[in-house]
């Protein structure tokens, strides 16, 4: 699924975008007329998203003046394509109503008060941190593969990675800690989830 950042920088100065950069997604940032300086480490961070990111100025300074601008974007952006998922990034909880009307008509969206806050980002981190532990949360709270075969596909899934000699090393982990088992017919068993 397509992701949409749109940064409400009057509100939050974001310091860079390394963390979004390997997400599918487009990043929008909205600043304030008077905005002009913007720091080094954002400019430069931002530069390798080359046509995937788009700076807008807004013209008039007011209250609630970029919110209305980022409303605007997301009304003609979900007009475009009804799948794709909204993070608006700032700390302004007025647009909690607007996320709200979009949530009952079963449209994608959140706000965030930062960019680390985006779930894709937190399960990004989460993975890199220790992707077996990642595994054993899965597990416990989303499935519990029953065979062998449908475990594997689960963590490469869960994981999002192809890489069969990973998923394979995060199999023998679990069995080496005794978090599962797997018997000669490939019946998976959990003995310490029970």
Not at 177 to 190: R, S
Request: aromatic residues 10%; hydrophobic residues 40%.
């Amino acid at each position: 699924m397509k992701n949409i950042i749109l940064i409400d920088y009057e509100n939050l100065q974001v310091k860079n975008l390394d963390d979004v950069y390997h997400l599918d997604s487009d990043i929008y940032v909205f600043r304030g007329p008077t905005q002009n300086r913007l720091p080094a480490e954002l400019i430069e961070s931002a530069q390798k998203f080359g046509s995937r990111i788009t700076w807008i100025k807004t013209s008039r300074q007011g209250h609630n003046a970029l919110d209305f601008h980022i409303a605007y974007f997301v009304g003609q952006m979900v007009q475009s394509d009804p799948k794709v998922f909204f993070h608006i990034v700032s700390k302004d909880d007025g647009f909690d109503a607007l996320i709200d009307f979009m949530k009952e008509r079963k449209l994608f969206i959140d706000r965030v008060e930062s960019i680390d806050d985006i779930p894709l980002v937190m399960k990004m981190k989460a993975i890199e941190r220790d992707p077996v532990a990642f595994i054993k949360d899965r597990i416990l709270n989303v499935s519990s593969p029953s065979r062998y075969k449908t475990l594997r596909t689960a963590i490469a899934k869960w994981l999002e990675k192809d890489d069969e000699k990973f998923v394979d090393g995060i199999i023998e982990l679990l069995k080496k800690e005794k978090f599962l088992e797997i018997d000669e017919l490939g019946k998976v068993a959990y003995p310490k989830t029970r």
